[in-house]
């Protein structure tokens, strides 16, 4: 394998952190997936919960940085001004900006062990493994899993073979997307008196989701022309892109809309629940007792008709009425 890695990848990256071998990526990868589905829970059994406030306001603030830093060397790296968007090839050149998107590329993903969509939960935080510390092993979603234990693994496979080129626009756009998400989770590690300023938050998910339907245009347009970049690495990252897109959309199904149907329901029971007390309140006591009532303790049934459109009280009606006429006639 080792012999395969060296004739094939590029030598500029073979002796990069992490990139000799794919073992010690995918050894992070599958260390990571035991740490928050199985060790974290467990050794969290009977301990309470952290108080990582402040460690997640530092967190949060060093990812925007971080997020903010990346997205400008990828532009500074080629994608302002140089680099095409309908077919860019590998620079395979050891000039600064070469092996500047290069870096990039390399710290991208890495830095995807860090990334993840948007939780709709009332305090939604980042890092997966402070969900650990805190106890919030259920918002370890299947997304976030898959999401953290292969795009690390595809990045090495990009850095490893084509280190720059077109692939590295889904770096562009990832970068940018988590300068937005953090700033949303800064915002809301800062405490409650905040979230009045969040009202934007369910339509980070659904940016989320626009990066994907980019990356696989941009993607998939290379099966359509003449482009000198691996076909290989079209389909891989495009392929990429369309499974997160339906792993995000579900997710945004399951949080966003399904919590909107609750609430609307929610919200036409109470109103049910409203218009049939005002309607016992006009029916009997209102009418039924102001308007019901004889002098003498008898009901008033004509006052029934009225207000619930009675058979027998309008007989009633008709009867007292009839009788009144008669006694005028006869005085």
């Not at 030598?11 to 073992?23: A, Q």
């Not at 999401?147 to 073979?161: A, E, I, N, T």
């Not at 691996?230 to 997160?244: D, E, N, Q, S, T």
């Not at 016992?280 to 003498?296: D, E, K, V, Y």
Request: with cysteine; hydrophobic share 40%; glycine share 8%.
């Amino acid at each position: 394998m080792h012999h395969y890695m060296d004739k094939y990848g590029d030598p500029r990256t073979k002796d990069w952190p992490l990139m000799s071998s794919p073992l010690p990526t995918l050894a992070l990868c599958l260390g990571y997936v035991y740490l928050v589905k199985v060790l974290g829970p467990r050794l969290m059994e009977n301990r309470k919960p952290f108080q990582l406030k402040n460690t997640l306001i530092v967190y949060n603030f060093v990812q925007v940085v971080f997020s903010a830093w990346l997205f400008y060397e990828c532009l500074m790296g080629g994608w302002w001004g140089e680099y095409s968007f309908r077919c860019q090839p590998v620079d395979h050149g050891t000039t600064g900006r070469a092996m500047r998107i290069g870096v990039s590329g390399w710290l991208t993903g890495h830095y995807n062990f860090r990334c993840q969509p948007v939780d709709y939960s009332n305090h939604p935080k980042t890092l997966r493994f402070f969900f650990v510390m805190r106890k919030k092993s259920s918002q370890v979603s299947t997304l976030h899993v898959i999401h953290h234990g292969c795009m690390p693994m595809s990045v090495w496979f990009g850095v490893k073979f084509t280190p720059g080129g077109h692939s590295t626009f889904f770096g562009l756009l990832n970068t940018f997307v988590h300068i937005v998400m953090y700033t949303y989770y800064l915002f809301t590690a800062l405490g409650p008196q905040f979230q009045k300023y969040l009202w934007w938050k369910k339509y980070l998910t659904a940016l989320q989701m626009v990066q994907f339907v980019l990356i696989m245009v941009h993607a998939f347009q290379l099966l359509f022309i003449d482009c000198n970049y691996p076909k290989a690495f079209v389909w891989w990252i495009g392929m990429h892109a369309v499974m997160f897109f339906f792993l995000f959309n579900e997710f945004y199904q399951n949080t966003y809309k399904v919590q909107k149907q609750k609430r609307d329901a929610a919200a036409a029971a109470k109103k049910r629940e409203a218009e049939l007390l005002l309607q016992q309140q006009n029916g009997h006591i209102a009418n039924g007792s102001a308007n019901g009532t004889l002098s003498n303790g008898t009901g008033n049934k004509a006052a029934d008709y009225y207000v619930r459109g009675d058979v027998p009280a309008e007989m009633e009606l008709t009867q007292r009425s009839a009788t009144t006429n008669a006694r005028t006639t006869a005085q």
